[in-house]
């Protein structure tokens, strides 16, 4: 599963990202990914939740190459996945990533009108050729990959959907500096 998002990402023309739940792993600082993984598997060992923790630092590489679109519902930026430092110090990294010409973030605040929900994270990766272009799902099971067209054409009229909704990036930074100083 991992190396198949790993790859994923980096065959990618372009990356568009909804988080609901938490900040997406291509945003996370080390801190926050090793407490995510860590409350997802408490039975891993530490040596196995050094590797998740590394793995998803290494996957942050493809934001220098890739352009990446994240669309980040205002629980994913709240969920304190540990302590008052950790949720600070991530809300700082995606301020600072999000200043990367190639990476927009953009938020959904709980008060917006006209969101019902992406029901759940999406992760849409477009292919050099649209034949290629690839959506990742988290269900229960596990992730899924979704690429029949008229799966793709939905989960592209939904990432639209969610897109329109959202603060445009300046304001959507000042949103994140604000959530930021209420820690």
């Given amino acids: 599963m991992f190396c198949d998002l790993a790859e994923l990402e980096h065959h990618a023309s372009f990356l568009q ?10 945003l ?8 995510v993984f860590a409350y997802w598997r408490p039975e ?4 196995a939740l050094e590797l998740r923790v590394e793995h998803r630092m290494r996957r942050k590489g493809v934001l220098g190459t890739t352009p990446y679109l994240a669309v980040l519902h205002e629980p994913a930026l709240r969920t304190r996945v540990a ?4 949720a600070r ?10 200043e990367a ?3 927009t973030v953009r938020v959904i605040p709980f008060d917006v009108d006209g969101f019902a929900g992406a029901s759940a994270e999406l992760l849409y990766a ?3 050729v649209s034949a290629l272009d690839t959506a990742q799902r988290d269900t229960p099971q596990g992730p ?15 990432f639209r959907k969610v897109e329109e909704v959202s603060l445009e990036p300046s304001r959507s930074r000042d949103y994140i500096h604000h959530l930021a100083k209420e820690l």
């Fill in 17 to 26: 990202e909804v988080a609901t739940a938490h900040v997406p792993g291509l």
């Fill in 28 to 35: 996370q600082t080390e801190e926050y990914a090793r407490a």
């Fill in 44 to 47: 891993l060992p530490e040596s």
């Fill in 83 to 86: 302590d008052r430092r950790v």
């Fill in 89 to 98: 110090a991530q809300l700082d990294a995606v301020l600072g990533l999000s």
């Fill in 101 to 103: 010409p190639e990476v």
């Fill in 126 to 128: 477009a292919g050099r």
């Fill in 144 to 158: 899924a990959f979704v690429d029949a067209p008229a799966q793709l054409l939905s989960m592209r009229t939904l």
